[in-house]
């Protein structure tokens, strides 16, 4: 009797499945629609050669993550700095979707989620096949999507290489992986636009204009009343020796109560030789990398991020073209931190439409 019944059930689910036309393989319906699937390797030598000079054997691992979907990933090693180098771990992961809606959901809530409001994202264009993506400002990550793909390529050793050249590395690995991945019968994806509707100002910085010249005292073009109401007690300009930069500071004492006082650290600098705004981008991006606790400004030079870590010793850093700006403010702890570092940025502004 059980048999008959266990019969049965199959024959009914095979006579609605040919009247209504339901397919008998329901559970690869999914895996049919989306333009890639993971039966290729991400794992080969082009793809682990886009992100530097390999060290070492990649490790394959074929998975289903928390939410039972294919994952396929590899991690490697590159190495970084010549002979004299270290090993810089690499880790590229996709992540197979069961559809495109579900994928791009996923997708945002990995762009606006806590850990992307912690770091700051950046979005990013021009890849070959990916609808969207983004990197990580205070991490060197990029996270793609198309279809019903995500793509995710991070380093998680901060401390080693040149940020702007590794993460454009870790895009040329997210564009290789999609291409990998994308299925041969799927439509052929739309070129990438070459108007980046958001260009990244420390990827690729800007290069128009006559740049930013230097003047005799910095003191004088600094808008000190956007500190304080007080007037200082004292000014004075100088000019630090030349490194890698040459530049004009001035330091500015303002009266506090009680007799403890404040004082506003301002310089401005410019590359000795070679290209300026790709010098200077270079090395506003390996700082703004290296900081965890600090919020980046819009609207100000090609790009600014004031440093929190310490609310009453806040600093506002930019960069515009060939220029470097740095605001330093040492205050005694009575200010508002949110009003004082408007103020910063308010000085940081004089300074960059001074020069």
């Known amino acids: 009797m059980r048999a008959t019944m266990i019969i049965t059930r199959k024959m009914t689910a095979v006579h609605l499945a040919v009247l209504f036309g339901v397919p008998l393989v329901g559970c690869t319906a999914d895996e049919d629609r989306g ?42 090693s590159v190495r970084v700095g010549g002979k004299l180098g270290r090993d810089q771990p690499m880790t590229v992961t996709a992540t197979r979707h069961g559809s495109s809606k579900e994928a791009a959901e996923d997708y945002r809530t990995w762009r606006d989620g806590g850990e992307s409001d912690a770091s700051g994202v950046h979005d990013l264009g021009g890849l070959p096949a990916a609808a969207t993506s983004y990197r990580m400002v205070g991490d060197h990550q990029v996270t793609s999507h198309d279809d019903n793909l995500l793509v995710r390529v991070s380093s998680p050793d901060h ?27 799927a439509p052929s994806p739309q070129a990438p636009s070459d108007a980046d509707p958001s260009p990244d100002p420390v990827l690729t910085p800007s290069s128009t204009g006559a740049g930013h010249g230097a003047v005799k005292d910095l003191c004088e073009i600094l808008d000190l009343s956007a500190v304080s109401t007080a007037k200082p007690v004292e000014v004075r300009p100088s000019t630090p020796k030349p490194g890698r930069l040459r530049g004009m500071m001035c330091s ?20 000795v030789g070679g290209d300026g705004p790709a010098q200077v981008a270079r090395m506003y991006a390996h700082e703004r990398h290296r900081m965890r606790e600090a919020r980046d ?34 205050g005694t702890g009575a200010e508002d931190p949110d009003d004082l570092q408007r103020r910063l940025v308010a000085v940081a502004d004089s300074v960059i439409a001074g020069l």
């Not at 004082?263 to 401005?268: F, K, R």
């Not at 090609?302 to 605001?327: C, G, H």
Request: with cysteine.
């Open 35 to 76: 333009a890639y699937d993971l039966g290729a390797d991400i794992c080969t030598s082009q793809i682990v050669a886009l992100a530097g000079v390999p060290a070492g054997d990649p490790r394959r691992a074929r998975e289903e993550d928390d939410e039972g979907r294919a994952t396929q990933s590899c991690t490697f």
């Open 159 to 185: 401390e080693t290489g040149n940020p702007p050249d590794l993460v454009t590395r870790l895009r040329k690995v997210a564009a290789a992986v999609l291409t990998a991945l994308r299925r041969p019968d």
């Open 252 to 271: 500015a004492v303002f009266p506090g109560e009680g007799g403890r006082s404040s004082q506003l650290l301002v310089s401005a600098s410019f590359p």
């Open 297 to 330: 400004v819009t609207g100000l030079g090609t790009a600014t991020f004031i440093d929190t870590r310490t609310p009453t010793m806040p600093k506002v850093l930019a960069y515009d073209q060939n220029l470097r700006v740095e605001v330093m403010w040492m």
